[in-house]
């Protein structure tokens, strides 16, 4: 909304300053800026809201040390959250851009799932919340919507260059040959619809799904609505499993965020995509406004999440959130990135599939369920062990952060 205004005004009356909002990264500070205060600012207002409503959670005894004075904790916290995010974007993005568009709806459509998952446990006093096939319709889609507008978008494109390599003779004052240099120089670049994406730890490292069907163009929109609807639901999914404990899910996501928005600020720079031998994705840089906003809600609601939580993001915060980050890996063509940049994630979501299905086999086996696993999530498992919560916590943080800086090293092993 500021982008165009200021646009307007630069334009019109050549207002000293209105151009700066032209900037990509000083649009994204201001978000991050704006993010962090409206949960600050706010959050106290509606954790007291919450409180007066007698919106906390129902706390079951686990026989996890300090859990049962978790009860009554306000939840659905996940509303400030998305409001950090969305303010600010509507603020300070560029509304024209599609990627921008996307992540927008995305966040209301995920925001809706796992607010609805709340009010049913809240205020219907069902446990169990939204019944599982209920959720997996709404990812799936979503997982349709993102992957259609990937694949006939005219505004998505990617812009792919032909080069030629020239060599340089260097020569000493006598003319013989001391060295040489080859570079590569672009002779050409073409924007085109494509369903590429990249893949890590390879050199030329760029696999487009159209070759596994064949160039058929129904099958490839197919195959990468189900690659869509996957990733979608994974990622959601595990976030949601991961949100067990005071802050865990909320600073291990901040990391990962940030390097997705790293990599939509390098893939969307011309200059750098070309040194770094990325995919340029014309008006992805957009994207570093959101995730600036991203990062600005989740650091912001460690103010009141972190140990002791004052308040829990419930499941409009958990399923958003991973959600979000699926989509943005797929707008900026990284989601095989996924599994090491949500290293976290994924090892939260094998406890509780190897947990379940070890049960249910030894059960058959040997007439007896038995667990590999203390408790599933692995994060309780470490509570069972007695790790003190911040401990694991803070632990799982520096994991979450190792993940992402290998993940940005990928950019140059290949």
């Not at 596994?212 to 869509?228: D, F, R, S």
């Not at 995919?279 to 912001?300: C, D, N, Q």
């Not at 943005?328 to 599994?339: D, Q, Y």
Request: proline residues 3%.
């Amino acid at each position: 909304m500021l982008y165009h205004l200021f646009k307007y005004l630069d334009k019109a009356y050549d207002i000293p300053g209105a151009g700066m909002f032209q900037y990509i990264s000083f649009r994204a500070a201001f978000a991050i800026i704006l993010a962090l205060l409206i949960i600050i600012i706010f959050g106290r207002n509606i954790i007291n809201f919450l409180r007066r409503k007698q919106i906390g959670e129902d706390i079951r005894d686990l026989g996890l040390e300090g859990q049962l004075q978790k009860k009554g904790t306000p939840t659905m916290g996940g509303i400030i959250i998305l409001l950090a995010i969305l303010v600010p974007v509507l603020l300070f993005g560029k509304l024209d851009n599609v990627y921008i568009q996307l992540m927008i709806i995305s966040t209301i459509w995920l925001g809706l799932i796992g607010f609805l998952d709340d009010y049913i446990k809240v205020f219907r006093h069902r446990k169990d919340g939204l019944k599982g096939r209920f959720k997996v319709v709404g990812q799936v889609g979503l997982g349709i919507i993102v992957g259609t507008v990937m694949c006939f978008s005219p505004d998505i494109v990617v812009q792919e260059k032909t080069s030629e390599p020239i060599e340089t003779v260097y020569v000493d004052e006598n003319g013989e040959e001391i060295a040489t240099h080859t570079r590569r120089f672009i002779v050409s670049s073409e924007s085109h619809r494509t369903t590429q994406t990249t893949i890590p730890f390879v050199k030329d490292n760029e696999f487009d799904y159209n070759w596994l069907t064949g160039g058929n163009k129904v099958l490839t929109w197919i195959l990468y609505v189900l690659v869509a609807i996957f990733i979608v639901t994974a990622v959601s999914n595990s976030a949601n499993l991961t949100d067990g404990l005071d802050g865990l899910v909320t600073g291990v996501s901040a990391p990962i965020v940030a390097v997705l928005g790293v990599l939509a600020y390098l893939s969307g720079h011309i200059i750098y995509a070309d040194y770094l031998n990325i995919m340029y994705i014309p008006g992805s840089g957009e994207l570093v406004v959101f995730a600036g906003a991203f990062v600005g809600a989740l650091i912001g609601f460690l103010w009141y999440n972190s140990f002791p939580a004052q308040i829990f993001m419930g499941d409009t915060g958990s399923l958003s959130i991973g959600g979000i980050i699926a989509v943005f890996a797929l707008c900026i063509r990284k989601e095989l990135l996924l599994p090491l940049l949500c290293g976290v994630f994924l090892v939260e979501s094998l406890s509780v599939m190897m947990q379940v299905s070890y049960f249910k086999y030894t059960k058959r086996k040997y007439g007896e369920g038995r667990r590999l696993l203390l408790m599933s999530p692995i994060h309780h498992h470490f509570q069972k062990k007695g790790l003190f919560e911040t401990k694991i916590v803070t632990r799982f943080w520096i994991i979450s952060l190792l993940l992402a800086a290998i993940t940005l090293v990928t950019l140059k092993i290949r």
